[in-house]
T-cell receptor
């Protein structure tokens, strides 16, 4: 099925470091969502973006809706152990109720 | 806790069998979506129901079917199971299912086909 290109695929960082990941699409989206999934659990919504150029924060997390409408970025500042998990972007095109998910970024924090 | 419930949490069955997964959406949500997540894969959209009616279909196999009942709970039926059907199956719900509508995910059902 169709998926967004999400990178990096995995990240190994030390506690306290900042994290950046992004998603790109060949299609224009009018909604970008960022989810986090922990082992054995369903994805949990972190941030929702609805307008090109929009920058939204949720605690240490900041996400941006790219100006081209074909990309989005998620940054995590000062990472902590509970940030471990898989982060998924998801996008929705205008008039389309279907969400397309990225392939995920697996975040591991090295003690 | 997203408010979306799914049962069972785990299901182990044999090839060729048929199973039913159940989802109860958040209170007030009219839309239910089903997704499949295979090992280390992203989420693949299967099907979307809104207020009892099918709204959109994704990469859902003909061996799979779903329905949404008048009380808005939904069931995903998987038949003639194959080894490759082993995956996590998630249900999500949203208020309407239109642009700008956020989907909230349940905890998933892990299906293992032996």
């Amino acid at each position: 099925g169709q998926q967004l290109n999400q990178s990096p695929q995995s990240m190994f960082i030390q506690e306290g470091e900042d994290v950046s990941m992004n998603c790109t699409s060949s299609s224009i989206f009018n909604t970008w969502l960022w989810y986090k999934q922990e082992p054995g659990e369903g994805p949990v919504l972190l941030i929702a973006l609805y307008k090109a150029g929009e920058l939204t924060s949720n605690g240490r997390l900041t996400a941006q809706f790219g100006i081209t409408r074909k990309d989005s970025f998620l940054n995590i500042s000062a990472s902590i152990p509970s940030d471990v998990g898989i982060y998924f972007c998801a996008g929705r095109a205008f008039g389309n109720e279907k969400l397309t998910f990225g392939t995920g970024t697996r975040l591991t924090i090295i003690p | 806790d997203s408010g979306v419930t799914q049962t069972p949490k785990h299901l182990i069955t044999a090839t060729g069998q048929r199973v039913t997964l159940r989802c109860s959406p958040r209170s007030g949500d009219l839309s239910v979506y089903w997704y499949q997540q295979s090992l280390d894969q992203g989420l693949q959209f299967l099907i979307h129901y809104y207020n009892g009616e099918e709204r959109a279909k994704g990469n859902i196999l003909e061996r799979f079917s779903a329905q949404q009942f008048p009380d808005l709970h939904s069931e995903l039926n998987l038949s003639s199971l194959e080894l490759g059907d082993s995956a996590l199956y998630f249900c999500a719900s949203s208020v309407t299912g239109t642009d700008g509508d956020t989907q909230y995910f349940g905890p998933g059902t892990r299906l293992t086909v032996l």
